[in-house]
Antibody, heavy 117, light 107 residues
């Protein structure tokens, strides 16, 4: 079964850090672009970052550039999102997704990040 | 960044109705365009990719069309399980972007 499972979310104070993980199974992870998408409470979907199969290309939404880092470990079939200098506006459910050339075809269930004093 | 404007933001419809949702891009994009369905508390689910290709397991009452800057998702006969929020998304260029969503409610 093709599956993505996120972990690492939680409550953090403004200015703090969190590292999200996404474990993949059921497909050839090393041949797939991977993406993080977030959804603030009651809001729509927002793309956060993407990483190429071999990690050689990474892209970020402007609002997280310099604060978030996407990475992957193909030996562990995992993708990560290191989030530093967190702000209240980063509060959201964070989804990991497999990126095909034109769509996000497999999604995890999400992990919740809350940034609050 | 390519902006995607979805309309309407919400609609009320009855079971059996034909429903169309549109998405307008701020510039012409290629066929790298998709539609998703999201139910409360759940992850989004891919419905349509490459503008008009139906994802495996998605009922044939869902269809996608369009080109250039204007795209449409159509549900030919709305079913009870279709009441949800729908999002369009482009992968033509980074940053990837989503439309604001269309909430489909029961009339």
């Amino acid at each position: 079964e093709v599956q993505l499972v996120e972990s690492g979310g939680g409550l953090v104070q403004p200015g703090g850090s969190l590292r999200l993980s996404c474990a993949a199974s059921g497909f050839t992870f090393s041949r797939s672009w991977m993406t993080w998408v977030r959804q603030a409470p009651g809001k729509g979907l927002e793309w956060v970052a993407s990483i190429k199969e071999d990690g050689s290309e990474k892209y970020y939404v402007d609002s997280v550039k310099g604060r978030f880092t996407i990475s992957r470990d193909n030996a562990k079939n995992s993708v990560y999102l290191q989030m530093n200098s967190l702000r209240a506006e980063d509060t959201a459910v964070y989804y990991c997704a497999r990126q095909d050339h034109s769509s996000l075809d497999v999604w995890g269930k999400g992990t919740t990040v809350t940034v609050s004093p | 960044a390519i902006q995607l404007t979805q309309s309407p933001a919400s609609l009320s419809a009855s079971v059996g109705d034909r429903v169309s949702i549109t998405c307008r891009a701020s510039q012409a994009i290629s066929s790298t365009f998709a539609w998703y369905q999201q139910k409360p508390g759940k992850a989004p689910k891919l419905l349509i990719y490459d503008v008009s290709s139906l994802e495996g397991g998605v009922p044939s009452r869902f269809s996608g069309s369009g080109s250039g800057t204007d795209f449409t998702l159509t549900i030919s006969s709305l079913q009870p399980e279709d009441f949800a929020t729908y999002y369009c998304q482009q992968s033509n260029s980074y940053p990837l972007t989503f439309g604001g969503g269309t909430r489909v409610e029961i009339k």
